[in-house]
């Protein structure tokens, strides 16, 4: 493949793209958040638009600019992620869920600052709802991709994580290593498909890495470009 016969193949097709970290806040103040940059997610909405695609970015906060021709949500919550995309995603063909979404959140947002009274502060934090599970139940037609961080068993993790998602692919990252994962500029992991085939793709740059998982996901899915 090279830069033409990609050119426009995703023409016509509606894409929904999720990047970036939620926060959870426990008072105005404080949250609890984690390290996505957002670089994957961003790098999927520029290839896609790059190669013809309408796409709706739906993103928690980060510091790099949306890729030009790309429509951008901006989110902070998992709660607030999860509104906008059960929105979304009814009029798209196909949804990347690139996010790094939070598990958990505080039980109770305080509305004024906390003030440092006592010697200890307990949190007691309550699920989210997993946004790509629900989508996994309603998802019709739409093709799902999802994404797993993992540290250890990372195929068989992702292949579990796969299943009880309902999705039809899935990116398995090992964070732990040096070119993958949380900030970095490369990624490099595993696509697996619904079939269980295990794409294994080599460090690279995310932007590239973004093409690659477009042109293997495009050729198992030949009814999505005419
Ligand atoms: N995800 C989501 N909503 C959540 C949590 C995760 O949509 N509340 C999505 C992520 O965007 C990602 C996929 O689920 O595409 C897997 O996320 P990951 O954190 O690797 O897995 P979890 O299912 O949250 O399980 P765990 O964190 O326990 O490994
Ligand atoms: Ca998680």
Known sequence: ENYFSRKSDLKGVKILVTAGPTREYLDPVRFISNPSSGKMGYAIAAACAERGAEVELV????????P?????YRVETAQEMFEKVMEIFLSCHMVFKAAAVGDYRPE?????????????????LV????????LGKRKGKCILV????????IEEYATK????KNLDFIVANDVTRQGAGFEKNTNEGLLITREGEVIAIPQMDKKEFAHRIIDEIIKRCPALCQ
């Open 108 to 124: 109770t947002y305080c509305p004024t600052k906390i003030k440092k009274d006592s010697d200890k502060l307990i949190l007691t």
């Open 146 to 153: 999802g994404f797993a961080a993992e540290t250890e068993n």
């Open 127 to 134: 699920k989210n709802p997993d946004i790509l599970k629900e």
């Open 59 to 66: 993103s928690g906060p980060v510091s790099i600019a949306p």
């Open 161 to 164: 994580k796969m299943r009880e």
């Open 68 to 72: 030009p021709g790309v429509k951008l």
